[in-house]
């Protein structure tokens, strides 16, 4: 079946440094969503990417889908404390309308 | 307009009781799923679910757990017969399938957190 990898699982920052986080697919993707966790909440999504190549951006925040459709990453520049939670991607095969979620990447933000 | 709205929010089972986890979508959505979370994890896929069909179940344990999306009321997952191992966060999200421009994208509920003694 379908698996989507995320790398890494954990990030430690200074404030002010900056954040990558990067996903993988095994499979072909149709689009890819990225959402965002606080601890103790729950995901929130922040977007969506559907195009080969595409980046969008959102303040501080850069997310990228890879050309062949199976690889993104999601940058933060800047951090800031408010940038803490994880990260999660979740990649959808075509046809499928069940999003498959990589493990996550937790962002700790030392002020 | 109200987002997912899932309940308890908070749930203590003993080993061997059931434990039933409700769902409310947002309104005008008609397309529910259920994740699993356990601590320090991501989020797995357990069903995904229509007004009174289940669509894709493939990730839901055989035995002992159950969904359902009935015409009227919430989304349902039942879990009978609870093991410790079945602790865990659970989420519901819902979309508006098809019809809507961003058709897959996911709303989550708060979650229903279940601890089993």
């Known amino acids: 079946g379908q698996q989507v990898m995320q790398i890494p699982q954990y990030q430690h920052v200074q404030e002010g440094e900056d954040f990558t986080t990067y996903c993988n697919s095994s499979?072909?993707?149709?689009?890819i969503q990225w959402y965002k966790q606080r601890p103790g909440g729950h995901p929130v999504f922040l977007i969506q990417l559907v195009k080969s190549g595409e980046v969008k951006k959102q303040k501080r925040l850069t997310f990228q889908f890879g050309e062949a459709k199976k690889n993104s990453s999601l940058h933060i520049t800047a951090t800031q404390t408010t940038d803490v939670g994880t990260y999660f991607c979740a990649g959808q095969a075509g046809g499928s309308y069940i999003p498959t979620f990589g493990r996550g990447t937790s962002l700790i933000v030392h002020p | 307009n109200a987002g997912v709205m899932q309940n308890p929010r908070h749930l203590v089972r003993r080993r061997g009781q059931e434990a039933r986890l409700r769902c409310s979508p947002m309104?005008?959505?008609?397309?529910v799923y259920w994740y699993r979370q356990l601590p320090e994890e991501g989020l797995k896929f357990m069903v995904y679910l229509q007004k009174e069909n289940i669509i894709d179940e493939s990730g839901m344990p055989k035995e002992r757990f159950s969904a359902e999306f009935p015409k009227e009321g919430p989304s349902i997952l039942r879990i009978q017969q609870v093991v410790r191992g079945d602790s865990a966060a659970y989420f519901c999200?819902?979309?508006?399938?098809?019809?809507?421009?961003?058709?897959?994208?996911?709303?989550f509920g708060a979650g229903s957190r279940l601890t089993v003694l």
């Open positions: 499979t072909t993707l149709s689009n």
């Open positions: 999200a819902s979309s508006g399938g098809i019809e809507y421009s961003g058709a897959n994208v996911l709303t």
């Open positions: 309104k005008g959505h008609s397309h």
